[in-house]
């Protein structure tokens, strides 16, 4: 299928998505949408238009475990959602879900990430 993203030839991204409860990521598992704090906006739409595809991997913070990841659907707009309750998250993009299950850390231990000291992904 088609990139969503308008540079076909440039790397994909990853990023670590952490949430502070699991009823966040059923949310977005339902509706499609994701929002995250403003700091990380900036990043998101950057690699978004910069990267032919932005994979998301979600974790709940203190889980231990992954809950699934999505690919970025869209950039980040203004319009913000009530569904999350919490005034600190900015405005709310599409996600397109490739995986909803619960993988424990430590099937991914061998991952390291080169650009933070090679500490584990997580």
Not at 6 to 25: A, D, E, G
Not at 59 to 83: L, N, P, T, W, Y
Not at 117 to 122: F, G, L, P, R, S
């Amino acid at each position: 299928s088609k990139s969503p993203s308008p540079r076909q030839n440039t790397p994909v991204r990853y990023f670590i998505m952490k949430s502070n409860n699991l009823q966040n990521i059923e949310i977005s598992q339902q509706k499609g949408i994701w929002s995250t704090t403003p700091s990380n906006e900036r990043k998101l739409n950057g690699a978004f238009w910069e990267s032919s595809m932005v994979y998301l991997i979600f974790s709940v913070q203190g889980s231990g475990h992954f809950q699934g990841f999505a690919r970025m659907g869209s950039s980040i707009g203004c319009e913000k959602s009530q569904d999350w309750g919490s005034a600190g998250f900015g405005g709310v993009f599409k996600v397109v879900w490739i995986r909803k299950e619960s993988i424990p850390f430590q099937f991914a231990h061998d991952l390291l990430n080169p650009w933070n000291d090679n500490k584990k992904v997580q």
